[in-house]
């Protein structure tokens, strides 16, 4: 990696106008105002000196690390990579062999209780068959099983950072039947890490955790499943560009039909936007432009636990699925037959709805926080 010098150099040589405008965006992301900027810049550029980041993979397809080296422009990925010194990570590192290991080696070391660590992918647990097996040995990095590795980095981290659905809950390879046994890596080691789930994450979240990290000394307020409130407080489906199309009753049923090319609600496709939570419409991917229900996909429920077993058919409405309407609960169907013609007074009951649902989530997240001792 650079050193400090060459760190503080890139700073200088970046536009400021991209690194304002990234600022920007995490401020945003985080739910600041305008004037946590300079701040937000400030703990950024002085990051030149710190932390280090270690980026361990496990069970994965790197979609996690592609999404994070193409973040926004060029330039600020540059910006990011090269400000938080990250001193290991497979994929990007010039290192390989001993030599990588003795740089992890290192940066344990000079770190030690300082740095982060940033996981991505999932740990097998599972014991392969014969005499040589050896418990998580479904995964063997450099004569060391992922277990063993997450165990030694992980021990003297001051934080995790788990990216994507298969380091936070496993993923697809946690799918059933499971045959590895692959868990979170926050499972695995019984630790509590804060996870940033999806498939893949939008880096912005990983990003404005990190900058959160650096603003105030202390990870961000989660919710019972570790994610972030800032970006996962709300369903998708509250805040989906839809909306309106679901309130009014209009509803894609045939994949390529008018109602698809007028943008209607993808609820009857499969969408599980109102059982997801996740901040995809706000953040969005691509230079901030695009979203899978943009696109004209209904959301899969990615950055949920176990959604691989709970979500699919991905095609098909989940069975006895509930969604809001008149202050009761009622499906789909019954709401899209009632609210035609009545889209005006359906939106003010979902706000009303919306309004006690995020009451009743943040008084479990309080009464979570009290039991805790926060």
Wanted: net charge neutral.
């Amino acid at each position: 990696m650079s050193g400090v010098k060459d760190q503080v150099k890139l700073l200088t040589s970046v536009d400021r106008r991209e690194f304002m405008g990234l600022c920007a965006q995490i401020s945003v992301v985080l739910g600041l105002g305008n004037d946590m900027v300079p701040k937000i810049a400030e703990a950024l550029e002085a990051a030149a000196r710190k932390p280090s980041i270690i980026w361990l993979h496990f069970q994965e397809c790197t979609g996690d690390s592609e999404a994070f080296l193409r973040t926004t422009s060029p330039s600020v990925a540059e910006l990011v990579l090269d400000v938080l010194s990250i001193d290991y990570h497979e994929t990007i590192m010039a290192a390989s062999g001993d030599q990588a290991e003795q740089n992890l080696a290192k940066a344990i070391k000079e770190n030690k209780g300082k740095y982060l660590v940033v996981c991505e992918g999932a740990i097998p647990l599972a014991t392969p068959p014969g005499p040589a097996g050896l418990k998580g040995g479904y995964l063997t990095i450099g004569n060391k099983t992922g277990l063993q590795i997450a165990e030694e980095v992980c021990r003297d981290a001051a934080a995790v950072i788990c990216v994507g659905n298969c380091s936070s809950y496993g993923g697809v390879q946690a799918q059933r039947p499971n045959p590895t046994g692959a868990v979170g890596v926050g499972e695995a080691l019984g630790i509590k890490t804060v996870n940033i789930p999806a498939c893949p994450h939008n880096p912005v979240n990983s990003i404005a955790t990190i900058v959160n990290y650096l603003l105030l000394g202390t990870l961000p307020p989660t919710d019972r499943f570790g994610r972030p409130l800032f970006a996962y407080e709300e369903r998708i489906h509250d805040q989906c560009t839809r909306r309106s199309h679901f309130d009014a009753g209009q509803f894609v049923t045939e994949w390529g039909s008018e109602e698809a090319k007028k943008g209607f609600c993808l609820y009857k496709m499969g969408c599980k936007g109102p059982q997801t939570y996740n901040n995809c419409n706000k953040a969005r991917y691509n230079d901030h432009t695009g979203w899978p229900i943009g696109a004209g996909h209904g959301c899969v429920g990615c950055s949920e636990p176990k959604f691989w077993d709970t979500m699919s058919p991905f095609y098909k409405r989940l069975d006895n699925i509930e969604v809001p309407f008149g202050g009761v609960e009622a499906t789909a169907d019954k709401v899209g037959l009632v609210l035609t013609g009545a889209a005006v007074a359906g939106a003010a009951v979902h706000a009303v709805y919306t309004f006690n649902k995020k009451k009743e989530h943040e008084e479990r997240i309080i009464d979570r926080e009290k039991k805790e001792g926060k």
